[in-house]
């Protein structure tokens, strides 16, 4: 199937083809095949470079361009959502009007309504949904990427919550959905009411293996031995990478960790600043206002070796990433953000430990998912005739273990994040704040509508919804009459500033005690 075959506005079918886009991949051919372009909701569970972003931006431009209304793009990072946004910008000329909104959860954003996509993080846009602006009513399509992360604990009741709001709101828009790694991609599609298209299909085969005493073992049996000339595995694969003319993303657990790597690469490798790096550089060095940080960035970046995390500004990361395809940067050590979502391939990929480090926990595996995401990074379309993702062994046994879990293993169910006290009350309140009030109808209808009534009983959801009922109520932040609940003006105020009504009542508490208030005292409440 082509492109061309695509029931799209003329002109954007002018913009397709001088784009040079032509053959639609498998995975693309299915979704369309399954009524993509006829409304239908689908979840699309496909490898990275599949073709689910460039199908998602045709679908938006054509729900706009056809008449049928305004698009909403999700994404779960800032840096993501201004990704997006600047996707769109290729499409200027067709004068759509597309708005990034990623800060103030205090506000309902009007000026939306002039806008025809809106690019997003889910929490602005929950925050939005808590405030009912009127241009909800005009919004055809949500897109949401990287909808595994209804699975992370922070994030994932948000999307969740945001999910089951939507589709209350604005019952006859369109869902697309989108994920590399979804291990339950039935159960999440039904609770979607979405068609299902998984696939395994790749544009690049993937090749995964465990580096071990100096050898790479494959994990169909082929195994390659490398020149360990720095009796350090990350080194050694890093060097014999850029030796063999490719690119290397090193995933590592922290931001101060990726510093310290990225240091000891460009020094120990000591490879040769090229004409690209050398302008890029000089670029980094005023990047920012922070001095040290620039000077760092820049000096790394003449040896053909960065540093990425979400401590850096949107535009010294999109500098990187910038080099990084066009050659002047060889190797980038990152924290796993830069697997949720950048399109950023790089012949291979090295996961320096399959260990995360967790406040109060210790250190803990990462999960199958996780691991599937970094994997997703390797193979330039186009470049490289595979790409490779290599985990790093210290015994034999531990190579078994990975090769268990990681490389041979499925990725993680995704789990609803919403069944406990703290998560439920606040986001049963916000629904019942964006409704203007509600009763024990209403609240069923929304649970009907959360991942959660599909993976908790019955008489667990029962008890989730009286005990938040009940410190609602005590609380001061809904008006309990029969079965009708009416947020009162204090649950409106701690529902659109997106706090914890337990948070709001120990603030109520603290200010109520009739002393002073300092700045101190402010601080040590928050």
């Known amino acids: 199937m082509l492109f061309s075959d695509l029931p799209l506005h003329p002109i954007l079918r002018k913009k397709v083809e001088m784009r040079g886009i032509r053959g639609l991949y498998p995975p693309q051919e299915e979704a369309v095949k399954k009524g993509l372009f006829n409304g239908k909701n689908i979840l699309m569970v496909t490898n990275t470079a599949s073709g689910k972003t460039l199908l998602a931006e045709i679908l938006a431009i054509n729900t706009v361009m056809s008449g049928r209304g305004k698009v909403v793009y999700l994404s779960p990072l800032k840096a993501l959502a201004d990704e ?115 696939s395994s299909w790749r544009p690049v085969p993937l090749k995964e293996g465990v580096f071990l005493n100096g050898k790479i073992i494959y994990s169909d049996g082929e195994t390659r031995r490398i020149k360990t000339k720095f009796s350090s595995p990350v080194l050694d694969l890093v060097y014999d990478t850029v030796e063999d003319g490719g690119q290397a993303i090193v995933f590592v657990n922290s931001r101060r960790r990726a510093v310290s790597l990225a240091k000891t690469v460009g020094e120990r490798l000591n490879l040769r600043p090229n004409s690209e790096s050398d302008e890029l550089s000089e670029k980094l060095r005023h990047s920012s206002e922070v001095t040290s940080l620039n000077e760092e960035l820049a000096a790394l970046v003449r040896s053909g070796v960065s540093f990425h995390h979400a401590g850096l500004t949107v535009e010294q990361r999109r500098e ?58 390797a193979g330039r379309p186009g470049y490289d005739e595979y790409g490779e993702a290599i985990l790093i062994a210290k015994t034999k046994s531990d190579a078994e273990d990975l090769f268990a879990t990681y490389i041979n293993g499925q990725p993680e169910k995704i789990r609803s994040k919403m069944g406990t006290p703290y998560k439920f009350r606040t986001h049963l309140l916000s629904f019942i704040v964006t409704f203007d009030g509600s009763n024990d109808e209403g609240i069923s209808r929304y649970i009907s509508k959360l991942l959660l009534s599909k993976q908790l009983r019955k008489k667990e959801i029962a008890e989730l919804v009286s005990e938040s009922i009940k410190m609602l109520t005590e609380g001061n932040f809904i008006l309990a009459s029969g079965n009708a609940y009416i947020p009162t003006e204090l649950g409106r105020y701690v529902s659109e500033l997106y706090i914890d009504p337990l948070t709001a009542l120990y603030a109520i508490k603290a200010l109520k005690k009739g002393k002073a208030i300092t700045e101190f005292s402010v601080m040590h409440l928050i």
């Open 320 to 377: 990187i990433e910038r080099g990084f395809r066009g050659g002047a940067i060889k190797i980038i050590v990152a924290t796993p953000t830069l697997a949720a979502g950048v399109n950023l391939p790089a012949r291979r990929v090295i996961i320096e430990s399959s260990e995360r480090y967790v406040a109060g926990e210790g250190s803990e595996p990462i999960k199958i998912l996780e691991y599937k995401q970094f994997a997703g990074r």
């Open 84 to 198: 997006k946004f600047r996707d769109f910008g290729q499409y200027s000329e067709l004068n759509l009007k597309t708005i990034l909104t990623v800060g103030n959860y205090d506000s309902a954003e009007p000026r939306i309504e002039w806008y025809d996509i809106v690019c997003t993080t889910y929490e602005k846009m929950d925050s939005i949904v808590r405030h009912r602006p009127s241009w909800l009513n005009e919004v055809a399509l949500i897109i949401i990427d990287e909808i595994h992360y209804l699975d992370d604990e922070k994030r994932g009741p948000v999307l969740e919550s945001l999910i089951a709001n939507l589709k209350l709101i604005m019952p006859s828009a369109q869902f697309f959905a989108l994920s590399a790694t979804v291990g339950n991609a039935n159960e999440i599609a039904s609770w979607l009411e979405a068609e299902l298209v998984e």
